[in-house]
């Protein structure tokens, strides 16, 4: 199976106005990709962590009015939904390429993984690299570089997990849209494989 890398225009779709529109060109030119990718991370991922893992192409369905502004692929260890596991993720929002680990708010193994960064914190800083970021918010295509991150803000970012009902955690990498579109499906596959060996102790933390 061939992978095709992201293009600019598919970065592009963000732009277009309209929910009907944007969903349209979304579901022609992007999620292809997402399905193709995530078939062909599956065996991968599944050997990395050992056990079977699922992919699931976000469908955007609860939408109504306001277009997505960004879109992904997910592999959990369930066949029916991902939202309530830790999982991984590669997506785009308009603006970057992103390849994370995440546990969103649906999730009841926050306070797990709070629990496990708070007594592991120290070699977990260490083992992170410092261009991944951290964000505790999906919908935001904001983050802070790990390099940024102080043990004040993992202290709040631990607190958070614990006591807010929607919290949430992603940490990953971030490709900016100039630098994915120059690289090959082989070089793509390539880098979401290094950057989920990366994420594996998260991903582990979790449980």
């Not at 599956?42 to 050992?50: D, T």
């Not at 469908?59 to 309530?84: E, F, L, Q, S």
Request: hydrophobic letters at 45%.
């Amino acid at each position: 199976m061939t992978v095709h890398a992201f293009t600019d225009q598919d970065f592009d779709v963000f732009s277009v106005p309209g929910l009907e529109a944007r969903m349209e060109v979304l579901i022609e030119r992007v999620r292809p990709k997402l399905e193709m990718l995530g078939a062909e991370l599956a065996p991968y991922i599944s050997a990395l962590v050992g056990e079977e893992m699922f992919v699931h192409v976000a469908k955007h369905a609860r939408r109504t009015v306001n277009p997505p502004i960004d879109t992904w692929v997910a592999w959990a260890a369930n066949k029916r939904g991902y939202k309530a596991l830790p999982h991984f993720e590669v997506g785009m929002f308009g603006t970057h390429l992103f390849v994370i680990f995440a546990i969103i708010y649906e999730s009841p193994n926050k306070t797990v993984f709070a629990n496990h960064l708070e007594a592991q914190l120290k070699k977990t800083a260490k083992a992170v690299p410092n261009n991944f970021y951290w964000s505790m918010d999906h919908m935001n295509p904001e983050g802070t570089t790990h390099q940024s991150m102080s043990e004040q803000d993992f202290a709040r970012l631990i607190e958070k997990l614990k006591q807010v009902k929607k919290a949430e955690v992603m940490c990953g990498l971030r490709i900016p849209r100039e630098e994915a579109v120059k690289l090959t499906g082989d070089e793509l596959i390539h880098t979401v494989q290094e950057t989920f060996e990366k994420l594996l102790p998260l991903y582990k933390m979790a449980f």
